[in-house]
């Protein structure tokens, strides 16, 4: 039997380390940087990026990311950092070691594959951070675990988590924060569900994510049918002239007012973590737009975060992929 410990990885996508212009634009030198993200050639990519990408977004992303930063950091950050740390409590009497890490920037997943080498960990769990699959996103992770790993020697032994968009148990913390929140505050005329876009050619080419997003809405409709509120879903943050997935978010909320819909509450199940694309864009920017449009009443649910429901959660997902290994 294998007693070493076995390392648990949370992976999230990347933050800049601060609201400055110079590190927002290496955060997007990277995250732009990667061919699963666009998938144009380098050579006519590149160019458009260093030329013009990112010498004029950077600086129009310093007020939205100074609007939502916290005392400690980005909201991305503290909220897996203290995932982590409280999924570490949770299963503090097993035989496991939880690190957290980001896709892009810090803190970088080739240091805490170390980290957790050097604490003797022979077997490393990875734990992407997006219930929902997509090559952009858990694909490009893979990846990078796997160029990381051409270096070493002695590889450690990976399990990785592709999806949890429909497990029981991330469908019952959402539902159950959900419940909670209109039983404090009563229910909307409409619950709008806005997931991260994506590239329509991406779908067409076989990407499964729509699909995924599509389940765990189905799944929500079930566990919130006794609340009688209609569930819509919608898809955010489109980037750059292609076409992408539909309904866009923004579009959905400012048509909601001339429907009669006018006391909406969103959230974003694509996210278990708050961050720029919640807090900044739906919170802020689509709320502003939905009242703008006749709107009177717009909530954000927050996302998961570090709720002890969640947590708890988290915890089971991760026991059942260990399997053996535990």
Known sequence: MNTTPIGVLLVNLGTPESFQVKDIRQYLKLFLSDPRVVELPKWLWQP????LILPFRAPKLV???RSIW???GSPLFVYTQAQAKALQQELATENVVVDMAMRYGNPDLGSAIERLKKQACERILIVPMY?????????TLFDRVAELSKTWREQPDYRFIKRFCAHPDYIQSLSTKIARYWDKNGTPQRLLLSFHGLPQRAVDLGDPYQQDCQQTAALLRDALSVYN????ISFQSQFGKAKWIEPATQAVLEAYPSQGIKQVDVICPGFVADCLETLEEIQLGCADAFKQKGGEQFR????????????????NIVRERLG???
Not at 48 to 51: A, K, S, V, W
Not at 229 to 232: E, F, R, T
Not at 300 to 315: G, H, R, T, V
């Open 229 to 232: 509120v209609p569930i819509d």
């Open 131 to 139: 219930p929902q699959y997509a090559a952009s996103t858990t694909a």
């Open 63 to 65: 007020h939205k990311y």
């Open 300 to 315: 954000y649910i927050p996302c998961l975060n570090d709720d002890p429901e969640w947590i708890k959660a988290l915890a």
């Open 48 to 51: 458009i990026l260093r030329g």
């Open 324 to 326: 053996s290994w535990s």
């Open 70 to 72: 916290l005392k400690d």
